[in-house]
C-alpha cells in the first residue's frame, strides 16, 4: 500500500497564489513520475503537471507560466505552486504518484491517487 497525503488547498482570491504538498507513504523503493490532476464540476479529470524522477516537467498549456511542479525526493514528497490563479482554475486537485515498491514482500509496480484537495478561485 502506498498512502498519498494532500495538502494545500483552499480559497484564495483571483490572482493569488496557493502550494499544494502531497507526501508518499508506504513501502516505497522509488518512485517515477509524479504529478497533479484536476477535476472541476461537470468536466473530465485533466492533467495540470507532471514531474518525472529526472526532473524533466511538463504543463496543461492553460497554466503554463503560472504553475511550477516540483519534488523533493528524499520526502517522497511533490509540490505544486499556483501563482495568478484564475477563477476557471477552480476544481479539486489529485496528485498522481507512480513507482515501484514492494507488497506482499514481492516487487510491483503501483500508481496511486490523493484525496483530492479543493481549490476555489473566487473573481
Known amino acids: 500500500q502506498v498512502q498519498l497525503v494532500e495538502s494545500g488547498g483552499g480559497l484564495v482570491q483571483a490572482g493569488g497564489s496557493l502550494r499544494l504538498s502531497c507526501a508518499a507513504s508506504?513501502?516505497?523503493?522509488?518512485?517515477?513520475?509524479m504529478g497533479w490532476y484536476r477535476q472541476a464540476p461537470g468536466k473530465e479529470r485533466e492533467l495540470v503537471a507532471a514531474i518525472t524522477s529526472g526532473g524533466s516537467t511538463n504543463y496543461a498549456d492553460s497554466v503554463k507560466g503560472r504553475f511550477t511542479i516540483s519534488r523533493d525526493n528524499a520526502k517522497n514528497t511533490v509540490y505544486l505552486q499556483m501563482n495568478t490563479l484564475k477563477p476557471e482554475d477552480t476544481a479539486v486537485y489529485y496528485c498522481?504518484?507512480?513507482?515501484?515498491?514492494?507488497?506482499?514482500?514481492?516487487?510491483?509496480?503501483?500508481?496511486?491517487w490523493g484525496q483530492g484537495t479543493q481549490v476555489t478561485v473566487s473573481s
Open positions: 498522481n504518484v507512480r513507482g515501484r515498491g514492494t507488497f506482499g514482500g514481492k516487487p510491483s509496480d503501483f500508481g496511486s
Open positions: 508506504g513501502s516505497i523503493f522509488s518512485i517515477n513520475a
